[in-house]
T-cell receptor
Framework: DTAVSQTPKYLVTQMGNDKSIKCEQN?????MYWYKQDSKKFLKIMFS???????INETVPNRFSPKSPDKAHLNLHINSLELGDSAVYFC??????????????FGPGTRLTVT | AQSVTQPDIHITVSEGASLELRCNYS??????LFWYVQSPGQGLQLLLK??????LVQGIKGFEAEFKRSQSSFNLRKPSVHWSDAAEYFC????????????FGSGTRLSIRP
């Protein structure tokens, strides 16, 4: 069984459109993340949710809106897509217990191409 | 705030040769340190992690890393690389907080010479 899954794997769309990427984890973790990996492979955190509560919100345009309907799901909605949004988006999850920062488990990524 | 530097963008080694990938971190307290590997077109997989205790950490696929506080380093090593080790390697540093934030280095691309 896939631990962290994302859909779709590939997404090609035109500028100005609105799109969503879905993420689900079946690990029972309480924290989920969205990362953006640019063409130079640089990974930057965008958002993090803990038990459906937003705990990390990096400097991300407000066109990006995460939504966590329950602690196993964290979706990413992007409005008015721009060329610069083209990247690979990774979802991840972890379980933080007291002072033990659990490792993050990553999904396979969604390659978004905006034309 | 924590940060991490991987000084080598691209490294090529011969199959069967030893490997060391460098990682330097900046953090005021004891950090949590990770090495992840990303194969082409894939997500990231955890190789090993350091939280506390023994400074030499063993990971999967024959990798190990050593935490050196005096040098603020957490270098990844493997005694003999295989062609399947060709991938992108990311060092990451974290710190305990409710935010559970991990900062990734810029990555080192490893190529294997037959």
């Amino acid at each position: 069984d896939t631990a962290v899954s994302q859909t779709p794997k590939y997404l090609v769309t035109q500028m100005g459109n609105d799109k969503s990427i879905k993420c689900e984890q079946n690990l029972g973790h309480d924290t989920m993340y969205w990362y953006k990996q640019d063409s130079k492979k640089f990974l930057k955190i965008m958002f993090s949710y803990n038990n459906k509560e937003l705990i990390i919100n990096e400097t991300v345009p407000n066109r990006f809106s995460p939504k966590s309907p329950d602690k196993a799901h964290l979706n990413l909605h992007i409005n008015s897509l721009e060329l610069g949004d083209s990247a690979v988006y990774f979802c991840a999850s972890s379980q933080v217990v007291q002072r033990d920062q659990g490792e993050q488990y990553f999904g396979p990524g969604t390659r978004l191409t905006v034309t | 705030a924590q940060s991490v530097t991987q000084p080598d963008i691209h490294i090529t080694v011969s199959e069967g040769a030893s490997l060391e990938l460098r990682c330097n971190y900046s953090y005021g307290a004891t950090p949590y340190l990770f090495w992840y590997v990303q194969s082409p077109g894939q997500g990231l997989q955890l190789l090993l992690k350091y939280f506390s205790g023994d400074t030499l950490v063993q990971g999967i696929k024959g990798f190990e890393a050593e935490f050196k506080r005096s040098q603020s380093s957490f270098n990844l090593r493997k005694p003999s690389v295989h062609w399947s080790d060709a991938a992108e390697y990311f060092c990451a540093v974290g710190a305990w907080s409710s935010a559970s934030k991990i900062i990734f280095g810029s990555g080192t691309r490893l190529s294997i010479r037959p």
